[in-house]
């Protein structure tokens, strides 16, 4: 780069002046705009001493580094997922299980008592937690139907090698318990204040995320539903 300098400085000073005396010269009479003239006086940047020239060089060389590192990390890694978002996947993830104790006791999918006595239950937590119970209900009765609609479909895929020899877990004392402590975490999450665009995002990111799992239609668009009235349960 010093090599170069000399030749640099004769392309902006082809007439052998001294550009920086030119320019100041030129400026002398409109004190004014100094400043702002020698900022663009192009042969005055390639009169600067050459240790400040090599430093911008430097500093110039970091931020673009910087600028492409930043841009490789936006493109390379993956969204922060919301907790709303994880939340109704871990619900959902525990549907098999469900599933395989229906098949395993002839039961039919659908528990409406059990549906009742959890959506009464989750209104009752809304109404202490400052929440409308009506959207925190619409909420939950969007997710039961994504988790109805998931179960019919394991259930008519034929079973897993594997299910057929793990043992059937206890609805009411091992998978039950887990929803209800997931329906805790997901109130709290309803009663974060969010605005406009950040509900938008939520349910954007929820829909291409339950695609990228390849979650069906039948169970997307409840969920989905749902997860959209519950975000107004706070307003
Ligand atoms: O607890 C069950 O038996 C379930 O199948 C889970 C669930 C739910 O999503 O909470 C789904 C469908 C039933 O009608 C009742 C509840």
């Known amino acids: 780069m010093r090599a170069l300098l000399p030749a640099i400085r004769s392309l902006s000073d082809p007439h052998g002046s001294h550009p920086r005396v030119i320019v100041r010269s030129a400026l002398a009479a ?116 994504a988790a109805r609609a998931f179960q019919e479909e394991w259930l008519a895929r034929p079973q897993p090698a594997e299910w057929k020899t793990r043992p059937v877990p206890d609805l009411t004392r091992d998978v039950r318990p887990q929803l209800d402590a997931i329906g805790t975490r997901i109130l709290e999450q309803l009663s974060l204040p969010r605005i406009a665009a950040q509900r938008a995002a939520i349910l954007t990111q929820a829909e291409q995320t339950m695609q990228q799992k390849g979650y069906s239609k039948a169970v997307i668009q409840p969920a989905l539903r749902g997860l959209a009235a519950g975000l107004e349960a706070m307003r």
């Not at 430097?58 to 907790?83: K, M, N, V």
């Not at 994880?86 to 104790?101: K, P």
């Open 30 to 145: 409109r004190s004014g705009h100094i400043t702002f003239c020698r900022f663009l006086a192009p042969s005055d940047f390639f009169m600067m001493p050459r240790r400040l020239f090599t430093t911008l060089l430097g500093l110039c060389f970091i931020l673009s580094s910087l600028t492409r590192a930043a841009l490789h990390a936006e493109t390379a890694s993956p969204q922060t997922q919301d907790p709303l978002v994880t939340l109704i996947l871990e619900r959902l993830s525990w549907m098999d299980e469900v599933a395989e104790v229906k098949r395993a006791k002839s039961a039919p999918v659908a528990d409406p008592a059990r549906e009742e006595a959890l959506l009464k239950a989750m209104e009752q937590k809304a109404t202490e937690a400052k929440l409308s119970p009506t959207h925190v209900r619409a909420f939950f009765q969007g997710q039961i139907e």
